[in-house]
């Protein structure tokens, strides 16, 4: 299903890009992400992380967007059980967010605009810190909402994901699925 939505999400982009004003949007930005899943020795709570990289936009009133981004998500497990202790721990890859977005306020020609977005993404796991790698999904999917606010070449997205895969590929943790906010900021160069 993702990767038949995925496909959807290219397909448009593609074809949007026809006749369509296209800019290139570096970015970086913070997140908090937090797991669904309730481990029965303690508890995990997501503390802040960060990202960085870009995307390219083609459109003008609605528009399509894929990005590429380095992610950074860092969390903290506190035990309730003598058998485990506190852990602080990381996962780090690269996130693509393919999305469709409206500007309700302005188009990418304005000087200022508010938009809403949404879509899917895939995250690709290349290291962690605290847990072993190969306990971990190397692949998750997730969809996202958000909104967000241009001014001159400047914007800001805020969105909320809900990942669609497991955070671990074993079940001694149960830490399920992640929730994660992400904040980016960047330039707009329109091309």
Do not use: C
């Amino acid at each position: 299903m993702m990767k038949n939505l995925i496909m959807f999400l290219g397909l448009t982009l593609a074809v949007s890009t026809l006749s369509a004003q296209t800019e290139i949007k570096p970015t970086i930005g913070i997140n908090f992400a937090n797991v669904s899943g309730d481990p029965e020795n303690g508890t995990v709570k997501g503390t802040a992380g960060w990202q960085i990289g870009g995307s390219v936009e083609f459109g003008n009133k609605v528009y399509g967007e894929i990005g590429v981004l380095y992610v950074k998500e860092s969390s903290e497990f506190t035990s309730t059980s003598p058998d485990y202790e506190d852990l602080d721990f990381n996962q780090k890859g690269f996130r693509i967010p393919v999305n469709i977005g409206w500007n309700i306020l302005g188009s990418m020609e304005s000087d200022f605009n508010i938009h809403a977005i949404g879509g899917g993404s895939a995250y690709f796991l290349t290291g962690s810190d605290g847990l072993d790698k190969d306990d971990l999904e190397g692949t998750q999917w997730g969809v996202f909402a958000g909104a967000g606010v241009d001014l001159w070449i400047f914007f800001i997205d805020l969105t909320y994901e809900w990942s669609l895969t497991d955070v671990e590929t074993v079940t001694e943790f149960n830490l399920g699925k992640t929730h994660a906010f992400f904040a980016n900021a960047g330039v707009r160069f329109r091309l």
